[in-house]
């Protein structure tokens, strides 16, 4: 199974991953264009990035931001191949990437913590991890980050992947695959034990932190990119810490409704479901940490990502371990 997985990773990641060169030249408005392709489909979560662009942070610093969306792997094989400037995807697939030769880097760990979670009901009899045996787990993929964090609680716990029932789910239809009782759990994202507890479930959760490193969302862009226009990156990520700032600093209602307006409108039945999830998990938690409170948004802790490499290895998910200056921007692009 793990060597199906690597083919898979390295089919998508590294299909067309040649370095081709590009010439930015300002638009009829005096703005850069450059575009971000972003993991999953349009949400309020991604709040600091429109709100970026709709509150002129990403124009102050010269650039007109497109939003496009695709899976993790896609987007870093679009990234790295410089068939798009900027990625935002999950950093598992990012570090898996690198290890395998895509030449992209981190320049911005949006999310300070990953988003990874095992989730249950609360009558599933399920109490600690080790009672996991013998279950049915449901994932989207193989491939997928949730699926290696999953492999990672089993084997902290002495257990390994077979000893778990496997079911794989489409992401529209496997937070009901947990509701009707399809499966025991899902490996998914935090946000659902959020939503779901908001819509009266009673669940529970392994988070990913509680076991391993993990990040969430991260900022990425290629090696070429990087080095050729060094100020269009630092100009990127510098608007986006002034977007995460204002909406720390009281305006998460405008960001939520600004989002759904302009990007997620079929949130718009949820707008408050949103704005109570995000202040919780977001504004007080995923956007901000330690690290944050000394050095600034989006700051990249190398000591970190290097344990959460040598996790990746530790368990199996990539063959060998590197360091960690090749994978990001030690502190951020715009952290001294």
Known sequence: MKRIITILLLTVMLA?????????????DGLIDVSVQIDGAAVPYYAPMYVAQERGFFAEQGLNVSFYYASAAEIVKNVGSNNIEFGFPNADPVIIGRANGVPVKIVHTTLQ?????????DASGIKVPSDLKGKTIGITSYGSPNYSQLKM???TEGLTIDDVTIKIIGTGAIVNALITDQVDAISFSMLRTYELRANGEAVSEFRSNEFTTTYGNVVIVSDTFLETNPELVEGFTK?????????????L???????IDNYAQSAKNSRDKFVTIMDDAYVNGLWQSEDTKIHGFGYNNRERYQLFIDDLVKFGIISKSYDASELIVEGGANHE
């Open 239 to 251: 608007a986006l810490n002034k977007s995460l700032e204002y909406i720390t600093d009281g305006n």
């Open 16 to 28: 067309g991953c040649g370095q081709k060169s590009h010439t930015y030249t300002p638009n009829q």
């Open 113 to 121: 913590n990953g988003l990874g979670s095992v989730i249950f009901k």
């Open 253 to 259: 209602e405008d960001a939520v409704d600004l989002s």
């Open 153 to 155: 609680l089993l084997e």
